[in-house]
């Protein structure tokens, strides 16, 4: 994914839903660790993606790493206040 010469907006959009899907079926799949390195990836490029942020906190809770876990959830709320799930 950085090897993109001609990055722009659709790119950076695009490698954001990649690595947050990618997150969403290597946490399902149990392989947690994987699933925080690809969600922080979809992080460098946009900080401020909730469904990366959960998906890195999910990764997290699963290995144990509550602090971490702790302070994604609360960025991701703080970025979208009334979604309910991530309160839960």
């Given at each position: ?11 950076k959009k695009l490698k954001i839903t ?71």
């Amino acid at each position: 994914m950085e090897t993109v010469k001609n990055d722009n907006d659709e790119l950076k959009k695009l490698k954001i839903t990649i690595c947050q899907n990618l997150s969403v079926v290597l946490n399902q799949s149990g392989d947690n660790r994987e699933a925080i390195k690809i969600a922080t990836k979809a992080l460098q490029v946009d900080p401020n993606a909730v469904k990366a942020l959960y998906q890195r906190a999910m990764g997290h809770m699963k290995c144990k790493n509550f602090n971490e876990a702790t302070q994604d959830l609360k960025a991701a709320i703080k970025l979208n206040p009334q979604d309910k799930n991530l309160r839960t």
